[in-house]
C-alpha cells in the first residue's frame, strides 16, 4: 500500500480464525478510512486493521465487529455484504471465481502450516502460527486484517 512503517501503531492482540486451531499474531496495525458503495450511496467508516504478513488473496478480513459498526450484513451462500446507506440498500458483491481460487490457496497454506514437525526437528509447534518476514522496522508488503 505504500504506507511508511512508522504510520503503523503497535499490536500486541492475536486473532483467531485464520488458520485453524493457532492463532496469529499482527505485525501492527493501522486505522484507514474505508468507503463502501456508489457516489450517490456510499457510507463512509475509520476502521482499525491489524497488518499481518501471510501470502493471500484477501486484502482485508472484515469480522464482527466491522459488521456491527457498520450494520452490516453479510450472506456467504451469494458473496453479498449488505448494509444501510443514505439513499437505500449498498450491495457489496463477491466474485464465485475469486472465491473458490482463495479456498484452494487457503487449503494449501493450512496443509503446509499444520504439518507436524519430523522426529529430526528441533523446533516444536507451540500453536502460534508462523509468520513470514516479521521485522521490527522498515517498509514492508504486510497486508492489513480487520480487528
Request: proline content about 10%.
Given at each position: 500500500?505504500?504506507?511508511?512503517?512508522?504510520?503503523?501503531?503497535?499490536?500486541?492482540?492475536?486473532?483467531?480464525?485464520?488458520?485453524?486451531?493457532?492463532?496469529?499474531?499482527?505485525?501492527?496495525?493501522?486505522?484507514?478510512?474505508?468507503t463502501?458503495?456508489?457516489?450517490?450511496n456510499?457510507?463512509?467508516?475509520?476502521?482499525?486493521f491489524?497488518?499481518?504478513?501471510?501470502?493471500?488473496?484477501?486484502?482485508?478480513?472484515?469480522?464482527?465487529?466491522?459488521?456491527?459498526?457498520?450494520?452490516?450484513?453479510?450472506?456467504?451462500?451469494?458473496?453479498?455484504?449488505?448494509?444501510?446507506?443514505?439513499?437505500?440498500?449498498?450491495i457489496?458483491?463477491?466474485?464465485?471465481?475469486?472465491?473458490?481460487?482463495?479456498?484452494?490457496?487457503?487449503?494449501?497454506?493450512?496443509?503446509?502450516?499444520?504439518?507436524?514437525?519430523?522426529?529430526?526437528?528441533?523446533?516444536?509447534?507451540?500453536?502460534?502460527?508462523?509468520?513470514?518476514?516479521?521485522?521490527?522496522?522498515?517498509?514492508?508488503d504486510?497486508?492489513?486484517?480487520?480487528?
Amino acid at each position: 500500500m505504500g504506507t511508511p512503517w512508522s504510520s503503523l501503531c503497535p499490536s500486541k492482540v492475536p486473532f483467531y480464525g485464520i488458520i485453524p486451531r493457532k492463532e496469529t499474531a499482527p505485525l501492527r496495525r493501522i486505522q484507514l478510512n474505508v468507503t463502501f458503495g456508489q457516489p450517490d450511496n456510499f457510507q463512509k467508516e475509520p476502521l482499525t486493521f491489524e497488518v499481518v504478513d501471510f501470502p493471500s488473496i484477501y486484502h482485508a478480513l472484515l469480522a464482527r465487529p466491522c459488521f456491527a459498526k457498520l450494520t452490516a450484513i453479510s450472506n456467504y451462500t451469494y458473496l453479498k455484504l449488505k448494509m444501510p446507506g443514505p439513499n437505500g440498500v449498498i450491495i457489496i458483491e463477491g466474485s464465485f471465481e475469486q472465491a473458490y481460487y482463495c479456498e484452494q490457496d487457503c487449503i494449501a497454506q493450512v496443509a503446509t502450516l499444520s504439518a507436524p514437525y519430523g522426529p529430526t526437528d528441533s523446533d516444536q509447534d507451540t500453536g502460534r502460527a508462523l509468520v513470514k518476514g516479521q521485522r521490527s522496522q522498515g517498509d514492508g508488503d504486510a497486508q492489513p486484517t480487520e480487528h
